[in-house]
């Protein structure tokens, strides 16, 4: 039998574990900048797979054995809680880690999908995200088995580098963003999905385009919310009271991710360790 004491230890203890976060490469650290924010106690383990990324343009195989890995590198820090933050992944691994790993695991589908569906007014949604992504009808799915919303959908490819390489206003990036947008407005959207971890960066731009009569539901932010919400339900939220300290990792290229992921984070990242995943 446990006494009370041990009781209580046990559970700091439990709560206490890091949330494990993976994504393609550092577009993932937009889900990490809103998880900081709505749950400042949390402390996070993230890896990005830049030795792989692209993940956007994969096949759906290939994609599923990177998670795996992913997720089975997670594991090794004894996480509560994984969220898959890439948006291809989320698209196609989900049911196959789920089965897999006996641990929670928060995709950014439905939360965005979600929060869609709760802001559209004349029910016609836009959502962008890579050509996987937007191959396997992920989000129009989610938002179809809640709603009778219409969905329609573009890839944008030139979005990822655009904002790796931080050209997140002018006339070029411009140009781009109304080419690909431009199509979707004429559908008559009052809503659009920012369906990839990169898109957040672009907002400014995508808004300039859309217009103000678009809402921009960004997935990143609706994720955050969902994962305090299981953390508060489950009674799992961490108690520590000393500042978290994160660990960041990557399967390559660590003094980009370093470089371009503080533009992805919106603060320095001061080290990154590189890993080799098996
Ligand atoms: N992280 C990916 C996503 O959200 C974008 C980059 C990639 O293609 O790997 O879909």
Redesign the pocket.
């Known amino acids: 039998m446990r006494v009370f004491g041990g009781e209580y230890f046990y559970r700091a203890f439990m709560n206490n574990r890091p949330i494990g976060i993976f994504?393609?490469?550092v577009?993932?650290l937009t889900v990490v900048k809103e998880i900081m924010k709505a749950l400042p106690n949390e402390r996070i383990v993230y890896l990005g797979d830049t030795a792989r990324?692209?993940?956007?343009?994969?096949s759906d195989q290939t994609i599923k054995r990177f998670s795996v890995e992913n997720t089975k590198f997670l594991k090794k820090f004894k996480v509560k809680l994984i969220v898959v933050?890439?948006?291809?992944?989320?698209?196609i691994a989900l049911p196959v880690l789920r089965k897999r790993f006996n641990v929670p695991i928060v995709g950014?589908i439905r939360p965005g999908a979600r929060k869609a569906v709760k802001v559209t007014r004349n029910g016609r949604i836009g959502v962008i995200?890579?050509p996987?992504?937007i191959k396997s009808k992920a989000y129009e799915k989610e938002i179809r088995s809640i709603s009778n919303n219409k969905v329609v959908s573009a890839t944008c490819p030139l979005f990822?580098p655009l904002a790796e390489e931080g050209w997140l206003n002018g006339n070029i990036t411009l140009d781009i963003v109304k080419k690909y947008l431009t199509p979707l407005k004429r559908k008559n959207i009052d809503t659009l999905v920012l369906?990839?971890?990169?898109y957040p960066l672009l907002r400014g731009v995508i808004s300039k385009v859309t217009g103000r009569n678009v809402k921009i539901v960004d997935s990143a932010s609706s994720v955050a919310e969902e994962v305090a919400k299981i953390l508060q339900k489950s009674g799992k939220l961490s108690s520590a009271s000393k500042k978290p300290t994160h660990s960041f990792f990557a399967t390559d290229a660590v003094e980009q991710f370093v470089k371009v992921g503080g533009k992805f984070l919106g603060k320095k990242i001061e080290k990154v360790r590189k890993v080799i995943l098996n």
């Open positions: 994504d393609s490469g577009g993932g990324v692209p993940y956007g343009t994969k933050a890439c948006n291809t992944a989320s698209s950014v995200g890579t996987t992504t990822v369906g990839c971890t990169h």
